[in-house]
């Protein structure tokens, strides 16, 4: 008896191959890949080996037919040029894995009347579920609890606390930068801040200043809220060396904030880090690195959120549902700006 080959090198193999090979009916190759429970053991074994023999891969989207799901997913974001969505939508993609799932990404450009708009599309193209990726970490309308599939926000939470969310830990982000400071030795330390309308300025806040009750020191002046760019930092590191000049580190809200700081303080003849360590947020490499000394920041894991969100995703579509809001620890990325004193 003829033994049976697989298919040639010139296309990839087919289920039909498969079955060929197993010597099986399409329908039982079929039923023995999808873990359905009619198939005898030894059947199922012998069609996985064939299966493997030939390189076989399963169509994704053919397969989740079979089980009720279209392998895709919407992904909808309210700013896509923004730095800080890309990066979490990169890491929902991974989480994804290429080619396992198709993605549909929507821009709504945070408008309220377009996000209708792109969810009803990704709703009409069956998506097995969505990813909602905000522009700020502040809370943000929830889509609502009649939709037909699950829904997981990223970055931005929900106001609804029976969604879930997964966002950055921006409280314990302050208080880790702080210890990095202490760490340092430096113990007259200042906060430079950006816009107070958004709620991670006032969670960085509350961490810097738990982890400095917990050292029991204060901070340097109150915090000093402005606007997240170099221009505040240069006007508000004007102010604080005026009225504190014995501050020996600055932790500020942004990496465009600490540049303008560590510009005013070169002005006013203090090095940095030796005279005052200087600390940003974002870990924007554009920043970061183009800094003189190179800057050290606390980086948000914007990637794992994403990841974390895809993951959580995957979960509820197989019908394990969580709610309310996770959190994923940011880290700090220690560069030359902060160093210990001598």
């Known amino acids: ?35 359905r429970s009619q198939v005898r053991a030894e059947t199922r074994q012998r069609v ?49 894995g290429a080619g396992e799932v198709a993605v549909f990404l929507c821009d709504a450009r945070g408008d309220a009347i377009r996000e209708q708009h792109h969810v009803r599309a990704l709703l009409g193209r069956r998506v097995d579920g969505l990813i909602v990726v905000g522009s700020r970490t502040d809370p943000r309308p929830s889509l609502g609890r009649g939709l037909s599939v699950p829904v997981v926000y990223a970055y ?5 606390p029976q969604d879930l969310s997964i966002v950055p830990d921006s409280v314990d982000a302050g208080r880790i930068a702080v210890e990095h400071l202490l760490a340092c030795g430096r113990t007259r330390i200042a906060h430079i801040t950006g816009d107070p309308g958004y709620a991670a300025a006032h969670d960085r806040v509350a961490g810097a200043r ?38 020996d580190a600055v932790l500020c809200g942004s990496d465009q904030i600490a540049r303008g700081v560590m510009e005013v303080l070169r002005e006013r003849g203090l090095r940095v880090p030796e005279d005052v360590s200087v600390m940003g947020f ?16 606390v980086d948000m894991n914007l990637e794992q959120v994403g990841r974390a969100a895809a993951q959580a995703l995957f979960t509820a579509i197989s019908g394990a549902w969580r709610s309310g809001v996770e959190t994923v620890r940011c880290r700090v990325v220690i560069r030359g700006s902060t160093a210990p004193l001598s």
Do not use: C, Y
């Open 1 to 35: 008896m003829a033994q049976a080959t697989g298919p040639s090198r010139s296309h990839p193999a087919t289920l039909g191959d498969v079955a060929r090979l197993a010597g099986v009916s399409l329908a039982t190759a079929s039923k023995a890949l999808n873990g």
């Open 48 to 96: 996985i080996e064939a299966a493997e023999r030939l390189s076989f891969r399963p169509n994704q989207l053919a397969r989740g037919l079979l089980s009720g799901q279209t392998g895709t997913v919407g992904l909808l974001t309210s700013d896509l040029e923004g730095r800080f969505s890309i990066p979490i939508l990169m890491g929902a993609e991974d989480a994804f």
């Open 156 to 160: 931005a939470p929900s106001d609804d």
């Open 210 to 247: 738990a982890a400095l009750a917990d050292a029991g020191l204060s901070p340097v002046g109150e915090p000093r809220f402005g606007a997240w760019s170099e221009g505040w930092g240069r006007a508000a590191t004007a102010l604080l060396l005026d009225r504190h000049p014995e501050v």
């Open 282 to 297: 974002d870990n924007w490499h554009v920043l970061t690195d183009a800094s003189r000394p190179p800057l050290t920041s």
